[in-house]
């Protein structure tokens, strides 16, 4: 393995393999694109934080799936930040943003150094994961309560409730950047059952499998996020004694997926009294929650949009 060769350290999945115990996982290195996506908002630090955190819960996620499409992970809930969107699609654009009340969040965070909890911030709900392959084709949707202090306690929980899956996930978001700007990390190990089961060596499985998840908790929340830690250095310091075999990486970039059509499309399903509504005004503008780009209708722009 070589680590001076790894053309980019930024932005990007590391798929790895632990082979002799058919160990699967996924390193998460995200700087530019989630410091974009971030400050595209103008977000309270932990609102921020913690959409950091969904969006790279959303990318280490989505890379444990074969899919076509788009991988969208949202949280609905009570707390002060009732909802948390994160996408990415198969080629790697991701996107996200989150909906918040300003004085509940006041409350629930006193604006100082600590960090306030899930629980704290999001309150009961649910998270929901959904793959969207295109028209004609199914819907995967998973739901799950949210139970747990951090979201990553929240999708091994889920993990555990609906999925025949053993996994292990560390997510880490800060102000880490050389400029300051927001960068993030995620880990993930699964296992991946061999063909034909353990059969005699099930406990050589166990061990190892158990052996992994403590390296994995040995990363430590600045690893998982520093700009100076290749990915592949920091598998390699963790797992080096295990045997991890590297893949080629897959990049990540902010981009949204919104356009004037899209916008329009959407317009269309609206009822004729609504758009009749909107027709009052001179201009409707529609803001892309994600991006924040603004797309404006005139009055007779809604007119032709209206169905026949
Ligand atoms: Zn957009």
Known sequence: ?????????????????????????????????????????????????????????????????????VFTLQTKSDGPIRLLVADVSTEGAVRGYAQYDSERLEAAWDGNGSSPSVPDLIGSGYIAFTVDQGEHTDRYQGIVEIVGATLAECAQHYFRQSEQIQAGIKLSVGRTGHDGGWRAGGLMLQRVPPEGGYGVIADDFEDG?????????????????????????????????????????????????????????????????????????????????????????TSDDLARLAPA
């Open 209 to 297: 499998w158990r052996r992994a998840m403590v390296l994995m908790s040995t990363a430590t929340p600045a690893e998982l996020v520093d700009p100076d830690l290749p990915p592949r250095r920091l598998l390699f310091r963790l797992f080096h004694d295990e045997g991890v075999r590297v893949y080629y990486t897959h990049p990540l970039e902010a981009r949204c997926r919104c356009s004037r059509e899209r916008i329009a499309k959407i317009l269309r399903s609206f009822p004729a009294s609504d758009i009749e509504e909107m027709r009052e005004e001179k201009v409707t503008t529609v803001t892309c929650e994600f991006c924040n780009t603004r797309y404006e209708f």
């Open 1 to 69: 393995m070589s680590v001076e060769t790894d053309p980019r350290s930024d932005d990007l999945v590391q798929p790895f393999q632990i082979d002799p115990f058919a160990l699967r996982g996924r390193l998460v290195r995200l700087g530019p694109t989630v410091d974009r996506i971030l400050s595209q908002h103008d977000y309270p630090e932990p609102v921020a934080a913690i959409l950091g955190e969904a969006i790279t819960l959303a990318v280490v996620l989505a890379g444990a799936l074969k899919y076509e499409g």
